[in-house]
């Protein structure tokens, strides 16, 4: 058994991961990397010239790991405690968010590096899309399987190539991100399809999102933008989201429980991005498409940084996208506070005020932005919703979702005359 988990970028020593007192993941950058010519911080809560507390480590991470149910399952699984996500990083830490692997430090890299992948048959791919939960628990860690995503849903990192689907092996990169129909919210691969392809429409940068049907049902399937093609290879891309960045762990994303607010976030982008002005505007974007296109789980788990290869962040492509108010069960109640609101039926002026003083932006900036993106929006709704029929077909939340869109911008717009 390996008490030490070895952190790679690349073929890079990075630093190490033990275990602390109560179970917290310990890390250190290797002495390597910092006399490396191309080292870099891998976390804005880690910087590369300070001692480094246990739970900074930990909370940078855990945020590689599963949440919720899929956590539960894949803990289960594997019979792994719960609270013991040293092991379970060890079990499938190999193919994480973002360009850092981990592996046993008994296990040599040469060992792990070479690409690998475990083809999924047609039949697999049909029993999947019909929505049984606990796909990610079933597959990964596994054998050679080590595959780790952050988030609740049921999803699975796999690798594309023309119409082939398969598992990666060992440490080997993952192309795209298939996420799995719920049995309890009905659409929500069609969902957050529709949704992406809406804020593409608006001219939102997104991650490129599609419908995987098979003969019982359908799937998402999400091109990696963690990922780059380098002649024919396929190379990681570092990023962290925004809890990892700012040391906050995954149970406590969303702002009432004590995780990332939308004027954290313009300070992160403010502080750190290559282009501060040209992120912090689209930040902007994302937050008022939130509040139009009925996302209220827009937590700070789904913003990222993406780094360059030099090392250089800016903010990653948008993800994760969905219309949660088409599922009356769930909260309206907003992920982060837009100006102090958590009802999107209840912003005023005074609110979006609030989130101009956020954001270091004129209140009459916010305000034009809103109203341009309220109209841009009106006029998207039936090109995306003829775009995505011809794709992709006819589906129920090509009604439902446009009419939630529209009553949400009529309510705003009623605030802004």
Request: hydrophobic share 40%.
């Amino acid at each position: 058994m390996s008490d030490v988990l070895n952190v790679h970028y690349q073929q890079h020593l990075v630093g190490q991961i033990t275990l602390a007192e109560a179970a917290a993941l310990k890390f250190e950058y290797s002495a390597s990397w910092q006399k490396w010519d191309g080292r870099f911080p891998i976390s804005l809560s880690l910087p590369l010239d300070a001692a480094l507390k246990d739970s900074v480590g930990h909370h940078f991470f855990g945020n590689l790991l599963p949440e919720g149910n899929v956590h539960e399952q894949i803990c289960r699984a594997l019979k792994v405690s719960a609270n013991n996500d040293f092991e379970l990083l060890k079990a499938i830490g190999g193919d994480c968010a973002g360009a850092l692997t981990t592996t046993p430090s008994n296990v040599c890299p040469s060992d792990v590096w070479s690409p690998r992948y475990e083809r999924i048959s047609e039949q697999q791919l049909e029993e999947w899309s019909i929505g049984t939960p606990g796909v990610f628990s079933e597959v990964t860690g596994r054998g050679e399987i080590r595959l780790s995503l952050a988030g609740a849903q049921d999803k699975l990192p796999v690798h594309v190539e023309g119409d082939e689907i398969s598992i990666p092996l060992g440490n080997t990169p993952s192309t795209h991100i298939l996420k799995f129909a719920s049995p309890h919210y009905a659409h929500l691969p069609e969902n957050e399809t529709f949704v992406t392809m809406l804020a593409h429409e608006v001219g939102l940068p997104v991650t490129d999102v599609s419908i995987r049907k098979t003969a019982r049902g359908a799937m998402t399937l999400i091109t990696r933008y963690d990922r780059h093609d380098v002649s024919g290879r396929c190379i990681r891309l570092h990023q962290e989201d925004f809890c990892q960045a700012l040391a906050i762990h995954a149970s406590r994303k969303y702002e009432k429980e004590g995780g990332p607010s939308l004027k954290q976030c313009a300070q992160i982008v403010r502080r750190h991005a290559s282009y501060p002005l040209a992120d912090l505007q689209r930040l902007l974007q994302w937050t008022l498409f939130n509040l139009l296109a009925g996302n209220a789980d827009a937590h700070g788990k789904n913003l990222s940084l993406l780094y360059d290869l030099k090392g250089s962040p800016s903010l990653a492509p948008f993800y994760d996208l969905v219309c949660t108010h088409n599922y009356k069960k769930l909260s309206r109640e907003m992920a982060m506070r837009l100006g102090g609101a958590t009802d999107p039926y209840l912003v005023t002026m005074k609110h979006f005020a609030q989130l101009a003083t956020d954001f270091g932006f004129r209140a009459n900036i916010v305000v034009d932005q809103l109203s341009e993106l309220a109209d841009r929006l009106k006029e998207s709704l039936p090109v995306a919703s003829d775009k995505y029929r011809q794709r992709f077909g006819d589906s129920p939340i090509l009604t439902r979702i446009p009419t939630i869109v529209r009553k949400l911008i009529r309510r705003v717009q009623s605030q802004l005359k």
